[in-house]
Each structure stands twice: as structure tokens, then as C-alpha cells.
T-cell receptor, first 111, second 112 residues
């Protein structure tokens, strides 16, 4: 069974304090790994897709990396507006377009 | 810009009522999905569709049905709503063969 585990469940940072969120996965044949941002009461917003180990993608203060077992979302010098829940999802080769989601990491950045 | 819209942001229904949730996308996507999101359980796939009039069960289809009569519209139907169907419902869409799913704003459904 495909599994996606995100840690920590919740993270509090001070503005400017860099950190990383983790997404570890156990799947049979990874096709892609996705990161989404979700604000309270809203739908997830797409951030990144990673396809192969060693791949990295960046957007503003966010950088996503991928290994064969996990992905990290690095947040550099975060601002209060980065506060949100960050979701990780995987797509496997045998499941077509279906995604399996982790439970998310709730990030709070204090000013 | 991809736009996925859902018919209601908030909905309150009574036990036993028939409930329709509608989703419309304007990007000519072939694939459409319905999820529910609950604290501690994450997003779970209810049903999805690869084409008009096509549907496939997701992980938790019990108590739900779907309809896709037009490419841009995907409806989720609760035949007889129950309190355990109180949840946030999210619709998503993607191109055939493409990986990225784009989500709508969600419908917060409360069943009393």
C-alpha cells in the first residue's frame, strides 16, 4: 500500500527563521511528487512537481528537493504570509492520475 | 489561469436529504476528481472521471455517486445525507496524461 507521511504535524517559526518540512513516502514506482499550499478554508494551491531523485525546484522563499525516499520543502527566511498547511502528494505509475496525500504540516510564522 | 469553481462555499443540509455538489472547470481538462478532507485523515479520493460519462471509484465511494454529462462539469451526489458526511469537499481537475491537479475553493458541508 502506498504511504505518505509528513513531519512535523505542526511547526512554529519566527519570521526569518529558516527550516524544512519533510515528506517521506513508500510507494511502488514513483511517477511524481507534488507539493501544495492550503490556506484555512480554501482549496490546495499547487506549488511544485518533482519527478526524479536529485531534482530541485524553487519559488520565492520555497525550495523543494527529492530523494528516493523523501522530499523536503525548505523555507528560507519565512514571512508571516507563508503561514499555511503544506501538503505533499505522490502519484504512482500504476495508478494513473490518482494522487495519495499526506496529512500535511501546519506552518505558523510569527512576526 | 486555471479556474475550478464549486457551486457553494458553505452548505447546511438535514439527514436524509439528497445533496448535489457541482464543480466546473474552464480549462478543457479531461480528468476531474472529488475529494473529502477531514482533520487527521487528510484528503481522500471519492470518485474521479477521465472523460464525459466515465467514472471510477476512489478510496471512499460509499454513500456517494457522481455525474459527468459535460466535459467541464462534474457533480457529486449524496443520495441520502448522513451526519458522517459532514466534511470539506474539494473538486480538482487535470489534463489527460498530465500530473498536476488544480483544486477548487472547496464546499464546507454540514449535515444536521
Amino acid at each position: 500500500e502506498d504511504q505518505v507521511t509528513q513531519s512535523p504535524e505542526a511547526l512554529r517559526l519566527q519570521e526569518g527563521e529558516s527550516s524544512s518540512l519533510n515528506c517521506s513516502y513508500t510507494v511502488s514506482g514513483l511517477r511524481g511528487l507534488f507539493w501544495y499550499r492550503q490556506d484555512p478554508g480554501k482549496g490546495p494551491e499547487f506549488l511544485f512537481t518533482l519527478y526524479s531523485a536529485g531534482e530541485e525546484k524553487e519559488k520565492e522563499r520555497l525550495k523543494a528537493t527529492l530523494t528516493k525516499k523523501e522530499s523536503f520543502l525548505h523555507i528560507t527566511a519565512p514571512k508571516p504570509e507563508d503561514s499555511a498547511t503544506y501538503l505533499c502528494a505522490v502519484q504512482v505509475q500504476t495508478s494513473g492520475s490518482r494522487l495519495t496525500f499526506g496529512e500535511g504540516t501546519q506552518l505558523t510564522v510569527n512576526p | 489561469d486555471v479556474k475550478v469553481t464549486q457551486s457553494s462555499r458553505y452548505l447546511v443540509k438535514r439527514t436524509g436529504e439528497k445533496v448535489f455538489l457541482e464543480c466546473v472547470q474552464d480549462m478543457d481538462h479531461e480528468n476531474m476528481f472529488w475529494y473529502r478532507q477531514d482533520p487527521g485523515l487528510g484528503l481522500r479520493l471519492i470518485y474521479f472521471s477521465y472523460d464525459v460519462k466515465m467514472k471510477e471509484k476512489g478510496d471512499i465511494p460509499e454513500g456517494y455517486s457522481v455525474s459527468r454529462e459535460k466535459k467541464e462539469r462534474f457533480s457529486l451526489i449524496l443520495e441520502s445525507a448522513s451526519t458522517n458526511q459532514t466534511s470539506m469537499y474539494l473538486c480538482a481537475s487535470s489534463f489527460e496524461g498530465a500530473d498536476t491537479q488544480y483544486f477548487g475553493p472547496g464546499t464546507r458541508l454540514t449535515v444536521l
